[in-house]
T-cell receptor
Framework: AQSVTQLDSHVSVSEGTPVLLRCNYS??????LFWYVQHPNKGLQLLLK??????LVKGINGFEAEFKKSETSFHLTKPSAHMSDAAEYFC????????????FGKGTKLSVKP | DSGVTQTPKHLITATGQRVTLRCSPR?????VYWYQQSLDQGLQFLIQ???????AKGNILERFSAQQFPDLHSELNLSSLELGDSALYFC??????????????FGPGTRLTVL
């Protein structure tokens, strides 16, 4: 069965330092992978997605993620954190490729210290 | 703002009752999805409708049902409510049927509290 594991439930960084949010996936299909962000009391917003094109995917607000098939990973990074990045981040995999349902990770809460 | 609207924002009700949550998708989107976000289960896909027809089911209880109307808005009906149904319910929409690769645009959610 397809699944996604976010390795950290909470990550804390200082403003201006790099962000790394880790995600490992399991998929029998050529996976579609997404990162969504949820700010407090808001809906989810797509940051970026991988659907078998370039392995380094650039998203909004300076975030990017690299698809590594050998490591079954899709970690999210940003070179320099802003206070506005504080939110919950979800790694998501489609469970049957293009026809699949979205399977969400448990989420990683990112805190940004001034 | 994603363009997806959900009403009401908050709903407080008692066990055993029935409620209806409403969703209006982005203009032009034919697919509507419903998700449940709870502390213990996380975010789970419930059901997808495409152009008025049910197209996919996830972990949706038999007490829950949904429909999509000709104007493409959707309603999620929750009946015989239990304490454990307390959660945030999200609606999302996308232009096509292809739910596994297309971007889904999420509404702000309806917070349901069952007392």
């Amino acid at each position: 069965a397809q699944s996604v594991t976010q390795l950290d439930s909470h990550v804390s960084v200082s403003e201006g330092t790099p962000v790394l949010l880790r995600c490992n996936y399991s998929s029998s299909y050529s996976p579609s992978l997404f990162w969504y962000v949820q700010h407090p009391n808001k809906g989810l917003q797509l940051l970026l997605k991988y659907t078998s094109a370039a392995t380094l995917v650039k998203g909004i607000n300076g975030f990017e993620a690299e698809f590594k098939k050998s490591e079954t990973s899709f970690h999210l990074t940003k070179p320099s954190a802003h206070m506005s990045d504080a939110a919950e981040y979800f790694c998501v995999v489609s469970d049957q490729g293009s026809q699949g349902n979205l399977i969400f990770g448990k989420g990683t809460k990112l805190s940004v210290k001034p | 703002d994603s363009g997806v609207t959900q009403t009401p924002k908050h709903l407080i009700t008692a066990t055993g009752q029935r409620v209806t949550l409403r969703c209006s998708p982005r203009s032009g989107d034919l697919s509507v999805y419903w998700y449940q976000q709870s502390l213990d289960q996380g975010l789970q896909f419930l059901i997808q409708y495409y152009n008025g027809e049910e197209r996919a089911k996830g972990n949706i209880l038999e007490r829950f049902s949904a429909q999509q109307f000709p104007d493409l808005h959707s309603e999620l009906n929750l009946s015989s409510l239990e304490l454990g149904d307390s959660a945030l319910y999200f609606c999302a929409s996308s232009p096509r049927l292809v739910r596994g690769t297309d971007t889904q645009y999420f509404g702000p959610g309806t917070r349901l509290t069952v007392l």
